[in-house]
Each structure stands twice: as structure tokens, then as C-alpha cells.
């Protein structure tokens, strides 16, 4: 079975610091690697995603993530924060199996921007 | 091009009795997914279903069913609601079902069992 662990439950940054938020997973097989965010009163929206190729993804609003097979890791690091980044932020696994594409979400962690 | 939909947005019910809760798809899309996200934690799947058939299941009990109908929307059942129900239900849509495929979320319907 697959798990995502979020070490990270409530990060508090000021403004223009840089943010890192782990996360790692358990699965014997080849996964695709996911970070969502959820804004206060909004919807899931996806961040970025990694499938293959370079580990290191971009995705938006200057997002990145990268993805250390040895360590099972896929962290999302951000170089400056703006308060319009507080929410929250979910990593998420799915099994790369035929006919399987249901999602394995962390706990999240609450990133609190403080201008 | 409208997005992942559901309704409603918020309900209230009591132990015992049963709930529906609708989901249409984004346009294009074919799968529909549910999850369920309990206060503080992240969203846990439920099942999917892909052309009309319950596809993937996860750790949840037979009071948890579904349907999807063939302008491929789709309904979440729960029956004997119990207090633990209460959460923010969320819908997913994909193409396919196929694991490449990206699953767009709604914005929940948020359930309050009393």
C-alpha cells in the first residue's frame, strides 16, 4: 500500500522567506508524484506534478519540487514567499498501474505568511 | 469551459439517515473520483468510477456507494450515516482513468452529521 508523510503540519513565514516543505512516500513500485494546494475557501488546485525525466519540476506561481528516488522524497521548495501563498499544501502519490490513478494524499501542512 | 461541479455545497443530517451528493465532471473528462477529507487531514479516496462501473475501491464500508451515469456525472450514496461522516466530500475528474492523467478537483460538499 502506498503513504505519504508530511513532516511539516503548520510552517509560519514572513514574507520574502524562503519555504521548504517535505515530503516522502512508501511504495515498492513506480509512482507519480503530485503537490496540491488548497487556498481558504477555494478548491484543490494542482501545483505541480512529476511523471519522468528531470527531477527537479516547476510548477506555478514559482513553485518547485524535486524528486529524490533514494530517499523517497518530493519536496516543494518556493525561493521567496508572498502572503498570497498562505494555504494549504498537500503532497499526493499515485501507483503508475494500469487501470489505477486514485490519489494517496499527506496530511497537508498550513503555511501561514505573515506580511 | 466550466470545471469540476457539486452540490451542494453544505449539508446538515442526522445519524441514521442516508445522503446523496452529485458531482459533474470537467468538460472532456470521463472518471469521476471521490474522496473524502475529514477536518485536518488529507483527502482519502473512496472509489472511482469510469464508464458507469465502480472501478477502484478504497478502505471505506459498503455504506459508501456510488453511481455514474452516462453524461458520465456521478453520485456519492451514504447510508446509516454515523458521526465520524461528517467532512468535506470531494469530487475528481480525469480522462480515462489512466494514471498520466491529471484528476481536477471540485470544490466539496461539506457534510454535518448531528
Known amino acids: 500500500a502506498q503513504s505519504v508523510s508530511q513532516h511539516n503540519h503548520h510552517v509560519i513565514l514572513s514574507e520574502a522567506a524562503s519555504l521548504e516543505l517535505g515530503c516522502n512516500y512508501s511504495y515498492g513500485g513506480t509512482v507519480n508524484l503530485f503537490w496540491y494546494v488548497q487556498y481558504p475557501g477555494q478548491h484543490l488546485q494542482l501545483l505541480l506534478k512529476?511523471?519522468?525525466?528531470?527531477?527537479l519540476v516547476k510548477g506555478i506561481k514559482g513553485f518547485e519540487a524535486e524528486f529524490i528516488k533514494s530517499k523517497f522524497s518530493f519536496n516543494l521548495r518556493k525561493p521567496s514567499v508572498q502572503w498570497s501563498d498562505t494555504a494549504e499544501y498537500f503532497c499526493a502519490v499515485n501507483a503508475r498501474e494500469a487501470g489505477a490513478n486514485n490519489l494517496f494524499f499527506g496530511t497537508g501542512t498550513r503555511l501561514t505568511v505573515i506580511p | 469551459d466550466a470545471g469540476v461541479t457539486q452540490s451542494p455545497t453544505h449539508l446538515i443530517k442526522t445519524r441514521g439517515q442516508q445522503v446523496t451528493l452529485r458531482c459533474s465532471p470537467k468538460?472532456?473528462?470521463?472518471?469521476v473520483s471521490w474522496y473524502q477529507q475529514a477536518l485536518g487531514q488529507g483527502p482519502q479516496f473512496i472509489f472511482q468510477?469510469?464508464?458507469?462501473?465502480?472501478?477502484q475501491r478504497g478502505n471505506f464500508p459498503d455504506r459508501f456507494s456510488g453511481h455514474q451515469f452516462p453524461n458520465y456525472s456521478s453520485e456519492l450514496n451514504v447510508n446509516a450515516l454515523l458521526l465520524g461522516d461528517s467532512a468535506l466530500y470531494l469530487c475528481?475528474?480525469?480522462?480515462?482513468?489512466?494514471?498520466?492523467?491529471?484528476?481536477?478537483f471540485g470544490p466539496g460538499t461539506r457534510l454535518l452529521v448531528l
Open positions: 468510477y469510469y464508464e458507469e462501473e465502480e472501478r
Open positions: 475528481a475528474s480525469s480522462f480515462g482513468g489512466f494514471w498520466e492523467e491529471t484528476q481536477y
Open positions: 468538460s472532456g473528462h470521463d472518471t
Open positions: 512529476y511523471f519522468s525525466g528531470d527531477p
